[in-house]
Structures are given as structure tokens and as C-alpha cells.
């Protein structure tokens, strides 16, 4: 079964093409790691998946329903949650604020949004600074509270934009074993250069290049590609 | 204590506080609060926006003035009574609100003060073009007959103090009420980070829409309530002056605080009405003491009291 899908998906930003007539299905259950060199249109495509960016052309469907129209407040609405590359929190508020903000669009209830809350930070192991200011944060812990807000909205797929950017191993350990664990009753969509990360917690991967597939397959299967080898190394 | 506890007794002090004052106050300065607290109520609507929307309008006169003039206007030329009157004011700062919200929020940043600025001017215009009714300049007064409400003169100071208290209290306990709520937090949210509360799933232009309408209401019943209790309905209520008072009562006092407004009203006010005293340079006083506030209390007096001392304050 399959959770989302793109049919034709393009978007090109004044002439150039960040992403070419992408077909990618991803089934439910499923973690995929996406992963391509630098420019590959990573970003770009996972923004045309949620709503972010308005593409040129193409289809997004999930859960079999075309949402290619929706604003992007609309698809979260169905159950996508969406952690941003470039940390994006609400630095002036508390982290509990935060993930509570996240919470809220599903549970009501001063009870049951903190459960929720301290669940999540629990999850990512900051339930001890919750009324600290998210801003205070050094930048690792930031990333850790972008995932705390992803998980408190019990997404049915969980988009991650480099996630593991700024952790230390010890956290990038925690990390896997949390996606892990996450897999079980979460759709995964990861976009990831650390390739241990990608080894240990990826069921597929997809490969972009110059916005387009340029493979796809098991995390050993890709490893061994000489075409996706190339692509990281130039050679192409 | 709880903070919620801290916040009620507060905010329910300074009400408290308030209606004592009445009883002990010579003439003049009961005079100034029932004033201060009616233009407070009108910064309160403005800080709804401002403080909490992140949303800077430059064109509050607006709604504060279709406030006045609805009710200015059903009360002098339709004859109804003041509880009709009031509702009309209230009724056409809504109409304004949904409409300018409607169109203001396609734009954001500069162009949306831009945007707010030019509705006002335009309602400044209307003001002074539709002068047969409005009197333009000259304004409307409404006389002592006119202003009875419920068998109450509100010409009377101590009725008049009443009801500058009453709406007041009614505005501060809105939004004290308004920012606790999860509704409020949204606001806050956008105001911080829009992006990421749309990516949250938060339809991000109805909060904003919600929050412009919340605050023109308010801003506008505070400008009918202002009509009613001085009985006076001009044009220079709906100048680009009374655009900017608010910012700045709201400024000085503390965006994004319940109390700032009120606050930075209050100092505003008796911060031209003592250097009046001295020296006829009064605005170059108030100039420098705002200039003085911005360096070293940017966060306004309410905000950085915040910042240093009661960080539960709501």
C-alpha cells in the first residue's frame, strides 16, 4: 500500500531545473532515505511534497487522494509532519511551548497536551529543560527539539530534512534507535548525509541527481552503484 | 503560588486598584484616568495585532474611528439610544475589520503598514468628504440627552469614570483571557516564526484574519465608548495621529504584555500633561524620554519587567 506518491513532480526556480518529472512512490511503514550530492534538489523536493513550494508541474498524491492543490497547512492537517533543514524553533518560547504548538493540532486539554508534550521531549531526551527557551539551546539540542515537535504531532509520515546535522555520535545513536523504534507505526522520509545513518535505519534509498532519480534500492545496493558513486564523487 | 494565581491577582489588583482610585482622586486627575482608561482599552485592541499577531498596522484610526462615527452617527442623525448606538459602533468597526483584513493580510512587512496607512487615510478622507453628516473638522457633538444610558447621565463624572472602568476591565480581562487560551499561543507563534507555525498545520491567514478582527472590534468599541463619554465625534479622531498613538502607548508600555498598554498610556499621557506644565517645548520632552525608553527599555516598561522580574507575566 502506498503512502505517498509523485507523478511529472517538476519545479524549476527561473530556468533552472531544481527538480525533473520525479515519479516516487514511497510505501506505508516504509523508511526511505533520500540522499544525493549537495544541489541534487533534496530540499526542493521534499518542500513540493508538504506544500512548501508550489511546483511547476506534476501530482502529489498521499494516501491515494491527489493533494497536489492543498496549502501546505492542509496536507500537515492529514497527517504529514515536516522538520526543517535549517533549524527553524520558536526561539523565544519554551520548549514545552513548542512541542505543546505542535500537540495541540491534535489533542485538546491542558492534561492531556502535556502528556503529550513531555512524551515527545522524553523521546529525544530533553524532558529536563522544558522550561528552558528554545533559542538557549545549543544548536544539536535544536535539531533534537525540531524531531520532539515532529513526533508530538503523531504524523503518518514524518519528513526529516537532515536531521542528524550537529549531533554528536552519541546522539546520532539515540537517533537511530528512536527511528527504529518510530518505524514500527511511522512512515519515514529522511533526508540524510551521514551514510552509518543511512546504512543502519533505511529499509530503501532513493538517489537524486540534478533533480532527478537516479537510483533507487536497498542501502547496500546503492552503496555498491558505480552510477551513484560517480554522482558523489564528480566522475559522472 | 501558581503563575496563574500571580497573573489573576495582578491583572485583578490593578482593576481593583482602579476602582478604588475614583473615591480618592481630585477632580482633574479622575478626570485624566476615565480618559486614559478609554484610550488604554483602544492600545489594548492595537497590542492584539501588534503585540501578539506580530501584525504593525498604521492604521488603527480606522477602526477606532468606525467605531465612533457608527455610533456618532446612529446616535445624532438616527436617533437611537446609546445601547443601539454602541452596537452600530461595534457593527462597523467589524464590517472595517473583515474588509481591510481581507485585504491587507495578501500583503506582509512594509507593504502591509503601507497598506493599513492608506485605508485610514482613506477613512480620514470619508470623513472630511461626507462632511453634510459628519461635520468633518468640526465634529459632532453629542448632547447630555443623548448620553444617558439605562437612566445613567454619562456626562456625570463619577457615571463616566464607571464605564471608562467597565469597558476597560471588560478589553484587559479579553485578552488576558484571549493569550492564555491555545488560540493566542497560535498568535504568538506566527508572530515568532509563521513559517514553521504553517508547517505545523495552523491555517496561518484565518489566525491572522481572526487576530485583525479581534483587534479592530475592540479598537473600535473603545472609540464608540470614547464618543459616548466626551461627547464628541471629530475627524482628527480618524487622522494619522491616532494611528500612531496607539504604537507608540503600546511601544512604551510593552508589546505582547496584557498590561503595556495601559501602561504606556498612562505614562504618555501624563508625560505630556506634566511638561505641558513647565515648558511649552512639551513635545520635545516627550521626545527624548522616548528615545531614552527605546535605548534602554526596548521591550517597553511592562515587557522588561519581564525580562528582569516576573517572567510569567502574561
Request: aromatic letters at 10%; glycine letters at 12%.
Amino acid at each position: 500500500m502506498t503512502l505517498l506518491s509523485t507523478r511529472g513532480l517538476s519545479k524549476s526556480f527561473a530556468g533552472l531545473q531544481a527538480v525533473h518529472e520525479v515519479d516516487f512512490d514511497l510505501p506505508k511503514g516504509e523508511v526511505r532515505a533520500l540522499i544525493g550530492p549537495n544541489g541534487a534538489g533534496k530540499t526542493t523536493f521534499v518542500g513540493l511534497l508538504c506544500g512548501r513550494i508550489a511546483p511547476s508541474s506534476g501530482q502529489v498524491f498521499f494516501d491515494g487522494r491527489d493533494i497536489s492543490h492543498l496549502p501546505a497547512h492542509k496536507r500537515i492537517g492529514l497527517g504529514m509532519a515536516y522538520t526543517f533543514q535549517i533549524t527553524s524553533v520558536f526561539g523565544r518560547l519554551s520548549l514545552f511551548e513548542n512541542v505543546a504548538l505542535a500537540a495541540r493540532r491534535r489533542v485538546q486539554g491542558t492534561a492531556a497536551v502535556r502528556a503529550e508534550v513531555m512524551g515527545a521531549l522524553a523521546k529525544v531526551g530533553l524532558a529536563g529543560a522544558a522550561e528552558r527557551a528554545a533559542g538557549d539551546l545549543s544548536y544539536g539540542h535544536q535539531r533534537l527539539l525540531e524531531i520532539a515537535m515532529g513526533l508530538a504531532q503523531a504524523p503518518r509520515l514524518l519528513i526529516l530534512d537532515e536531521p542528524t546535522q550537529g549531533l554528536s555520535d552519541a546522539e546520532i545513536t539515540g537517533f537511530k534507535a528512536l527511528i527504529r523504534e518510530l518505524s514500527a507505526t511511522t512512515t519515514i522520509l529522511l533526508i540524510e548525509h551521514n551514510m552509518s545513518v543511512v546504512m543502519e535505519v533505511a529499509d530503501q534509498v532513493t538517489v537524486l541527481n540534478f533533480g532527478e532519480i537516479l537510483a533507487e534500492g536497498t542501502p547496500e545496493e546503492m552503496h555498491a552503484n558505480a552510477q551513484v558513486q560517480a554522482a558523489y564523487l564528480g566522475t559522472g | 503560588m501558581s503563575d496563574r494565581a500571580k497573573t489573576l491577582l495582578l491583572h485583578g489588583g490593578v482593576l481593583v486598584l482602579l476602582f478604588a482610585l475614583q473615591f480618592v482622586l481630585p477632580a482633574y486627575h479622575h478626570g485624566n484616568l476615565a480618559r486614559i482608561m478609554v484610550l488604554a482599552s483602544f492600545a489594548i485592541g492595537y497590542n492584539v495585532m501588534f503585540g501578539y499577531a506580530g501584525l504593525l498596522s498604521l492604521g488603527h484610526a480606522l477602526f477606532f474611528a468606525a467605531g465612533m462615527y457608527g455610533l456618532g452617527l446612529a446616535v445624532a442623525h438616527g436617533g437611537a439610544d446609546p445601547v443601539s448606538g454602541l452596537l452600530a459602533g461595534i457593527a462597523a468597526a467589524l464590517a472595517v475589520s473583515v474588509a481591510v483584513g481581507l485585504l491587507a493580510l495578501r500583503t506582509s512587512g512594509v507593504a502591509f503598514m503601507i497598506v493599513t496607512l492608506m485605508f485610514a487615510q482613506v477613512g480620514y478622507l470619508a470623513v472630511l468628504y461626507f462632511g453634510t453628516y459628519t461635520r468633518g473638522d468640526e465634529g459632532i457633538v453629542l448632547q447630555q440627552a443623548q448620553r444617558v444610558l439605562w437612566g445613567i447621565d454619562l456626562t456625570q463624572p463619577g457615571a463616566r469614570y464607571f464605564a471608562a472602568l467597565l469597558l476597560f476591565a471588560v478589553c484587559l480581562l479579553a485578552t488576558l483571557g484571549l493569550v492564555r487560551a491555545p488560540f493566542g499561543k497560535v498568535l504568538i507563534a506566527i508572530r515568532e516564526n509563521e513559517e514553521r507555525a504553517r508547517m505545523l498545520g495552523y491555517d496561518v491567514f484565518r489566525y491572522k484574519l481572526a487576530a485583525v478582527v479581534i483587534s479592530g472590534v475592540l479598537s473600535g468599541l473603545a472609540g464608540a465608548v470614547y464618543g459616548l463619554l466626551f461627547g464628541f465625534v471629530g475627524a482628527t479622531f480618524a487622522s494619522v495621529q491616532y494611528s500612531i498613538f496607539p504604537l507608540l502607548w503600546v511601544l512604551l508600555g510593552g508589546a505582547g504584555t496584557v498590561l503595556g498598554p495601559f501602561v504606556g498610556t498612562l505614562f504618555m499621557f501624563y508625560l505630556i500633561d506634566l511638561s505641558s506644565a513647565v515648558t511649552s517645548a512639551y513635545m520635545l520632552v516627550a521626545g527624548v524620554a522616548l528615545v531614552l525608553l527605546t535605548l534602554f527599555a526596548p521591550q517597553g516598561l511592562v515587557g522588561e519587567i519581564r525580562n528582569r522580574i516576573w517572567r510569567w507575566l502574561p
